[in-house]
Nanobody, 132 residues
Framework: QFLLVESGGGLVQPGGSLNLSCTTS?????????????VAWFRQAPGKGREGVAC??????????KYADSVNGRFTISRDNAKTSVYLQMNSLKPEDTAVYYC??????????????????WGQGTQVTVST
C-alpha cells in the first residue's frame, strides 16, 4: 500500500495559474511506479460533492486522458514517470475553481475514469483558492 501526496496549492488571483503535483509517499519509487496506475484529480468545494476534474492512464495504444467539461481547455494533466509524479497544470483560473484538490490512483492497464468510487489510493488534498 502507499499513500499519495499532493502539493502546489495556494491562493491565486482570477486568471492566474497553479501547477499541482501528486507523488507517492513511498520514497523507494521503483516499488510503486505510477506508470502502471491510472491517476486522477478530483476537487471538492465547500458544501459540494467531489468532482472528477481530469484523469490519465497509460495503455498499449498510448496515453489516455479525460477532462471534465468545466476545465477542458484550461487544465492539463501530465505525468513524469521518472519521478512517479502526476501534475495538473491549471490556467485561466476562476473563483469557481476554488476547492480542495485530491489525487487518486488505481492499478490498471485500461482507460481512466473520473468516477471517484473506482479509485483505491487517495491523497489528503491541497487547497486551491482563486480570489482577489
Amino acid at each position: 500500500q502507499f499513500l499519495l501526496v499532493e502539493s502546489g496549492g495556494g491562493l491565486v488571483q482570477p486568471g492566474g495559474s497553479l501547477n499541482l503535483s501528486c507523488t507517492t509517499s513511498d520514497r523507494t519509487l521503483a516499488s510503486y511506479p505510477l506508470a502502471s496506475y491510472a491517476v486522477a484529480w478530483f476537487r471538492q468545494a465547500p458544501g459540494k460533492g467531489r468532482e472528477g476534474v481530469a484523469c490519465t492512464s497509460i495503455r498499449s495504444t498510448g496515453i489516455n486522458t479525460k477532462y471534465a467539461d468545466s476545465v477542458n481547455g484550461r487544465f492539463t494533466i501530465s505525468r513524469d514517470n521518472a519521478k512517479t509524479s502526476v501534475y495538473l497544470q491549471m490556467n485561466s483560473l476562476k473563483p469557481e475553481d476554488t476547492a480542495v484538490y485530491y489525487c487518486a490512483a488505481r492499478h490498471t492497464s485500461g482507460p481512466c475514469t473520473t468516477s471517484e468510487t473506482w479509485y483505491d489510493h487517495w491523497g489528503q488534498g491541497t487547497q486551491v483558492t482563486v480570489s482577489t
